[in-house]
């Protein structure tokens, strides 16, 4: 089933919730550790999701285009439910290069996604990093392809990553993103 992501997770201006997860890479990875990136694009994200799969060459590319853009993305999801979303699998995505990110992290707590307000996979949160602070620019949708296979006509994070990076104000409203679900863990 789709969903949209929650156009009010946070608020633009924001301060972004830190976070501290395990890599793909083996090693643990903060927020912190981008502040020398003028943006930080942070996507939940995982390996089983039609919308999610559709995404990831978007923000491989988007990975490549910009040196000064981490992208950053998070596994929520619940790995039992799921066991394309394991730790495994995200490591395997990674190591063969269909996941090609500055960061590929596992939020196995699902903490992080909680703290962000994430709704979906993929569920996009650009962030500006300015004297060590990282702030929400743009919360919304990659591009304009509201179906897995949809061809998209637009590329809208990357005009807004455009417009950021050369110190545009960025005002339009949030798009939400359509995905499917988090699966959260039951307690």
Known sequence: MALESQVDALERGERAPSFELPGTDGQTHSLDEFADHDAVLVVFTCNHCPYAKAKLDELNDLADTYDEVAVVGINPNDAEQYPEDSFETMVEYVDEG??????????????????YGAACT?????????????????????????????EPTEREMKAVIDRLLTGEEITEEFRPSRGCSIKWRED
């Open 98 to 115: 269909v996941i090609d990110f500055d960061a590929y992290l596992r939020d196995e707590s699902q903490a992080v996604a909680e703290a």
């Open 122 to 150: 993929p569920d996009p949160f650009l962030l500006s990093v300015a004297d060590g602070e990282f702030r929400l620019v743009y919360h919304g949708r990659l591009d304009d392809a509201t179906n897995p296979d949809d």
